[in-house]
């Protein structure tokens, strides 16, 4: 899915953004976290805008550029912060406490980005099954209703905070609904056998 949104992602207490095209993630909520865990074991504050300017961070930054274009980036208003690279960002929870390393790469080695574009894919493959067996002016009603179903049989309130085990069963929900419109005629029937496939099947 080619959209960027602004994923949550659950850290250790916290939740650190992600963006869901570009892959960065936002080093000053990692860095929120990380200061509160530092306080607890007695260490003084971790200062962002002084890591990224030491020889060995610029060093760092210059060798993640060859090949990746986007690998620091300052953001304002809303999404405002520092956005950084995947690797940048796990050089950065090292430097903040040696007690990160493993849970953080746990946490990247995770599905939820690719779950997240899969299930968004899969929903304009649904749309389009649905929009073949729905009368035109009915569709986008109908469509937006089935949308809003699958969200509540996920147990979902936003999307993008959603986990990653909530947007694989979206993700299964669509592609059920999706093969089932191509053999019911009904898609009523479509989508409640195809929903409630994939939750038996997530069992």
């Given at each position: 899915?080619?959209?960027?949104?602004?994923?949550?992602?659950?850290?250790?207490?916290?939740?650190?953004?992600?963006?869901?095209?570009?892959?960065?993630?936002?080093?000053?909520?990692?860095v929120k976290i990380g200061n509160v865990?530092?306080?607890?074991?007695?260490?003084?504050?971790?200062?962002?805008?002084?890591?990224?300017?030491?020889?060995?961070?610029?060093?760092?930054?210059?060798?993640?550029?060859?090949?990746?274009?986007?690998?620091?980036?300052?953001?304002?208003?809303?999404?405002?912060?520092?956005?950084?690279?995947?690797?940048?960002?796990?050089?950065?929870?090292?430097?903040?406490?040696?007690?990160?390393?493993?849970?953080?790469?746990?946490?990247?080695?995770?599905?939820?980005?690719?779950?997240?574009?899969?299930?968004?894919?899969?929903?304009?493959?649904?749309?389009?099954?649905?929009?073949?067996?729905?009368?035109?002016?009915?569709?986008?009603?109908?469509?937006?209703?089935?949308?809003?179903?699958?969200?509540?049989?996920?147990?979902?309130?936003?999307?993008?905070?959603?986990?990653?085990?909530?947007?694989?069963?979206?993700?299964?929900?669509?592609?059920?609904?999706?093969?089932?419109?191509?053999?019911?005629?009904?898609?009523?029937?479509?989508?409640?056998?195809?929903?409630?496939?994939?939750?038996?099947?997530?069992?």
């Amino acid at each position: 899915m080619k959209t960027e949104v602004t994923l949550y992602r659950p850290f250790m207490g916290g939740q650190v953004r992600q963006k869901s095209k570009t892959e960065l993630l936002s080093a000053t909520d990692l860095v929120k976290i990380g200061n509160v865990k530092r306080q607890e074991i007695g260490l003084g504050r971790f200062n962002l805008n002084q890591y990224l300017k030491t020889k060995s961070t610029t060093e760092f930054i210059a060798s993640l550029q060859k090949e990746s274009k986007r690998v620091v980036k300052k953001g304002r208003g809303r999404n405002g912060g520092t956005w950084v690279h995947p690797l940048l960002l796990i050089d950065i929870a090292l430097s903040l406490n040696p007690s990160f390393k493993v849970e953080v790469y746990k946490w990247m080695m995770d599905e939820l980005l690719k779950s997240r574009n899969d299930s968004g894919d899969s929903y304009k493959k649904m749309a389009g099954a649905l929009f073949e067996n729905i009368p035109n002016r009915e569709a986008p009603q109908i469509i937006s209703k089935v949308a809003l179903y699958v969200r509540k049989k996920c147990g979902v309130t936003d999307w993008n905070t959603a986990s990653e085990k909530q947007l694989k069963l979206r993700d299964r929900m669509h592609e059920n609904i999706s093969l089932l419109c191509d053999v019911l005629r009904d898609y009523k029937q479509a989508v409640r056998i195809g929903v409630q496939k994939a939750i038996e099947e997530q069992k």
